[in-house]
């Protein structure tokens, strides 16, 4: 009986769609646990940087618009929108890695690119 080694390009010997769609699955931890788990894979990187890109902006713009619905109260009325917005981004870049996909949602792939010195791996 001969025993293979997982690939050790990907975290965790994970196939690489699986990796890259846990990334996205667990929001900013999955996009870390991905990135610093080891393995050299350029979707699962990417993958994983954009997550943690994508759930950075949200946290940020949810905060900033949470305190400027303080002061505008019409803005209130944007929150919701903005929150089904990124559930569907959300579920948009999970299905799509884990069907083996690369991703790039706009806005937020230029700035992971440059947040993180990367390129998507096509």
Do not use: C
Request: charged share 5%; net charge neutral.
């Amino acid at each position: 009986m001969s025993v293979s080694q997982p690939p050790s390009d990907t975290p965790f010997g994970l196939q690489p769609n699986v990796a890259a769609g846990l990334a996205y699955l667990f929001g900013i931890i999955g996009g870390i646990v991905m990135l610093v788990g080891g393995g050299t894979n350029t979707f699962v990187k990417w993958a994983a940087a954009q997550s943690i890109t994508l759930w950075g902006v949200y946290i940020v713009l949810e905060f900033a618009l949470m305190f400027l619905t303080g002061i505008v109260h019409i803005l209130g009325l944007i929150l919701p929108l903005i929150g089904l917005l990124w559930f569907v981004l959300w579920l948009w870049t999970m299905i799509t890695a884990f069907q083996g996909k690369e991703v790039r949602v706009p806005v937020i792939a230029d700035l992971t690119a440059n947040i993180f010195k990367t390129a998507p791996a096509t």
